[in-house]
């Protein structure tokens, strides 16, 4: 099993979504609303923080719990929709998960899913 966690920026959620449920075998996801930063480097290479220059971008996170054999899918539909070629698109992180249960029902492994 592997859990997919993809940062991507918020208005490009609806399409992704789209393509995630065009997918025969999309288990769900959860959505959180996230604030971010990334690399951090201006125009002469290196960020130097103060007080109040920090500046965070809205994003969105959405995390995907599956089989392995559907993983590499779903990240293929999630980075297609969500690319738009400029900075900040967003990143796919892909783990595994050693143990999955079902809370309502106890079910466990590939049934919980």
Partial sequence: ??????????HTLSR???????????PGVTLLDAHGQGR????????????????FHKKAVLLVTCAAEQADSIVAAIVQSARTGNKGDGVVTIKDVSRVIRIRT???AREAL
């Fill in 40 to 55: 951090g480097r201006g125009t002469g290479g290196a960020f130097r923080p103060t007080e109040d220059n920090f500046t």
């Fill in 16 to 26: 992704v979504m789209h393509a995630l449920h065009a997918l025969p075998h999309f």
């Fill in 106 to 108: 106890g079910e466990t």
């Fill in 1 to 10: 099993m592997k859990e997919i966690t993809a940062i991507i920026q918020p």
